[in-house]
């Protein structure tokens, strides 16, 4: 996984606890040695173990925790990446957009190995943006944050919620970003009617 991550999770436990919790959780970890660059790759199982031992120090629950590091990561995520990000671009192009400008460069990116969940985000009608994710790694909960984040970045209002979750028994995650004034009764109609007829 690509080292942003991991100096975002430090900058988020630093800022919201301290330095010494960070080296606890490091500690307990087992990776109390390891330095985090933004400039390299780290085992996917480096992340878990931080992640478990920060739910285990704070007492926070694990959902609630990676869903308040993603949001939390965006806007180092959009300095680091804002070459793709075009700038008459709302929250919710951004959204439709990752897929097929970010996460691809990374795929293709021959310096490093990353590999960026496959989401597909669909625009459909009242600003509902519907966004399919079914990454191994399971970080449903980081993707809505980082959904709630890309409408911080933008000042925009964007209600976020997971309708279908693989941790949940389904074959992948849906997770739905709401623009504006839309209720989500209203959302779900609109999803219905252009979202699982073609799907
Ligand atoms: C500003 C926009 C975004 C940028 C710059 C960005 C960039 C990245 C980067 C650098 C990684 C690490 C990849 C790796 O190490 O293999 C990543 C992973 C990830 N991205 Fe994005 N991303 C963005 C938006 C999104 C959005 C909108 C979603 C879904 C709603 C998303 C879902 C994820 C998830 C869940 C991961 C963790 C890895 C996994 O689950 O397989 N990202 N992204």
Redesign the pocket.
């Known amino acids: 996984?690509?080292g942003?991550?991991f100096t975002g999770l430090k900058h988020f436990v630093v800022e919201t606890y301290d330095k010494g919790t960070w080296n606890q959780i490091r500690e307990k970890a087992g990776v109390g040695g390891v330095h985090y660059t933004p400039v390299s790759?780290y085992p996917d199982e480096d992340l878990v173990a931080l992640v478990e031992a920060a739910v285990e120090l704070s007492g926070i629950e694990q959902s609630e925790l990676l869903r308040t590091f993603g949001r939390y990561v965006?806007p180092t995520?959009?300095d680091?990446?804002g070459v793709y990000?075009e700038d008459d671009w709302d929250a919710l192009e951004?959204?439709e957009n990752?897929e097929g400008t970010?996460?691809q460069a990374?795929r293709n990116s021959d310096t490093l190995e990353?590999?960026?969940?496959a989401?597909s985000?669909i625009r459909l009608d009242q600003g509902v943006v519907v966004?399919t994710?079914g990454?191994?790694?399971?970080?449903?909960q980081?993707?809505?944050g980082?959904?709630e984040g890309?409408g911080d970045h933008y000042d925009q209002r964007l209600e976020v919620y997971e309708r279908r979750c693989r941790h949940d028994g389904a074959s992948q995650c849906e997770?739905v970003a709401v623009g504006g004034t839309t209720p989500r009764r209203r959302a779900e109609r609109v999803i219905e009617w252009e979202f699982e007829s073609t799907t």
Do not use: N, T
């Open positions: 996984m690509h942003i991550i790759a965006v995520l959009v680091m990446y990000i951004l959204v990752v970010i996460h990374l990353y590999e960026p969940p989401i985000a966004v994710y990454s191994r790694r399971g970080l449903c980081v993707a809505m980082l959904l890309i997770l």
